[in-house]
Nanobody, 123 residues
Framework: VQLQASGGGLVEPGGSLRLSCAAS????????MGWFRQAPGKERAFVAG????????YYANSVKGRFTITRDNDKNTLYMQMNDLKPEDTAVYYC?????????????????WGQGTQVTVSS
């Protein structure tokens, strides 16, 4: 499975971005998917995750109410709408895919990773 993330960029505080992650290859092996982020000097951290059906989602406390994770299985694409962005959201964002029915919230739960897309929130 190959994952290609896109949609990052530079945005002012309070602004919005929509990240996308296109999956290709053996996508029948993909069940849960998620987004992680890594700021300079910090560990890669869970941001949001979604089940294959989209019926179950989880969010880090820091993004609840501002970020929304969705997926389109027909297009093999994962999305994350990010609103009311803050400087502390600045990081490289990675999409990940798992062969698990349950939605993992830690890195070991994911089997495949995209290359990352930079999000910078600054005035």
């Amino acid at each position: 499975v190959q994952l290609q993330a896109s949609g990052g960029g530079l945005v002012e505080p309070g602004g919005s971005l929509r990240l996308s992650c296109a999956a290709s290859g053996r996508t029948d092996n993909v069940y849960a998917m998620g987004w992680f982020r890594q700021a300079p000097g910090k560990e890669r951290a869970f941001v949001a995750g979604i089940s294959r059906s989209g019926g179950t989602t989880y969010y880090a406390n820091s993004v609840k109410g501002r970020f929304t994770i969705t997926r389109d299985n027909d297009k093999n694409t994962l999305y994350m709408q990010m609103n009311d962005l803050k400087p502390e959201d600045t990081a490289v964002y990675y999409c990940a895919a798992s062969g698990s029915y349950a939605v993992p919230r830690t890195k070991p739960g994911y089997d495949y990773w995209g290359q990352g897309t930079q999000v910078t929130v600054s005035s």
